[in-house]
C-alpha cells in the first residue's frame, strides 16, 4: 500500500492519486498485449521468417556439406601421413640409423644410404639384397 507524502492527498483506501497514471502505464503495457496480439496476426511474417530460416538451413547444409568433403579431405591427408609415419618408424626400426629421418616419404627406398646421412652402420646390406639391391658397403 502507498502512503502519501501528504496524509490529505490520500484517497479512501489508502491509495496516492498518482496511482492511476501507473495503472495507465498498465494500460501501456496492454498496448504491447496489442501489439502481441498484432505479432499473432504476424505469425504469417513468422512463417516467411521460417522460410528464410529454412533457405538459410538450406545454405547451412551446403555448408555442412562442404566443411564435412574438408574433413574427409584432411582425414585422407592424416591417414597418409600416418601411414608415411608408420613406415619411417619401421625403417628405423630395421636400418638401426636415423638417416631416413630427412626424408619426409620413407618408402624403404634405401637412397638415405646413399646420401651423407648414411652413417656405415651396415644395417642396409641385409635389407638391400632383400630388395634385390648392390649392397653399397661390399
Partial sequence: MNTPANPADAEPGGSVAGSEATVGSTAVAGS???????????????AVSAGVAGSV????S?????STGTAGSVAVAASVLTLLSV????????????ACK?????????????????????????????????????
Avoid at 57 to 60: H, I, L, Q, R
Fill in 32 to 46: 504491447v498485449g496489442t501489439v502481441n496480439s498484432t505479432a499473432v496476426a504476424g505469425s504469417a511474417a513468422t
Fill in 57 to 60: 538451413g538450406t545454405v547451412a
Fill in 62 to 66: 551446403s555448408a555442412v556439406a562442404a
Fill in 87 to 98: 613406415a619411417v618408424a619401421a625403417c628405423v626400426a630395421v636400418l638401426g640409423c636415423v
Fill in 102 to 138: 630427412r626424408c619426409i616419404a620413407c618408402v624403404l627406398c634405401l637412397k638415405c644410404t646413399d646420401c651423407i646421412g648414411c652413417i656405415g652402420c651396415y644395417n642396409c646390406s641385409g635389407l638391400r639384397f632383400a630388395f634385390g639391391k648392390r649392397d653399397v658397403h661390399a
